[in-house]
Structures are given as structure tokens and as C-alpha cells.
């Protein structure tokens, strides 16, 4: 069930090893705890959202420059690809 807020939450188990690294993170940066798993999320995110994208563009194959496509179609072709 999903329930609608403006600063949604998520709840995760960590093993005590994982812990004591991310509350010296924490500690050391002057951030909470919960801002630096916020922070490693984003990244992942960003990471894996960068290799689906190489992904894509090795799945091309050659590139024909003579049926280059301009870069602003590329933005839209990839912008409708489903999430």
C-alpha cells in the first residue's frame, strides 16, 4: 500500500558492520544517517540508470554517420522509453 506524503520514508534492516560504516559516514560528514542512505540511494540510482543508457547505445550496433539522428530527436526518443 502506498500512502501519499511529502517526505516518504523507507524503513531497511542493516546488519551491525553496515551500521557502524554508515554512523562513522555520518559522524565524519556532519549529515545524519538517514541523509547519507538518501545520498547512496540517489547514486545507485543514477549509476544503474547510466548503464541501462550505455546498455541501449551499444544495442545500436555501427552507427551510419551519413543517418545520424540530431542530438534534440535523440532526447525525445530516449524520453519516451518507459521507465
Do not use: H
Not at 544517517?33 to 547510466?50: G, H, M, N, T
Not at 551510419?64 to 526518443?77: G, H, L, Q, R, T
Amino acid at each position: 500500500m502506498f500512502m501519499p506524503t511529502i517526505e516518504p520514508r523507507v524503513n531497511i534492516v542493516l546488519d551491525s558492520s553496515t551500521l557502524d560504516l554508515l554512523r562513522d559516514i555520518s559522524s565524519k560528514t556532519k549529515k545524519s544517517v538517514s541523509a547519507i542512505c538518501a545520498d547512496f540511494i540517489k547514486r545507485q540510482l543514477e549509476w544503474d540508470e547510466d548503464a541501462y543508457d550505455i546498455q541501449m547505445i551499444k544495442s545500436l550496433g555501427e552507427i551510419d554517420e551519413s543517418k545520424a539522428i540530431p542530438a534534440n530527436e535523440v532526447k525525445k526518443m530516449l524520453d519516451a522509453l518507459p521507465d
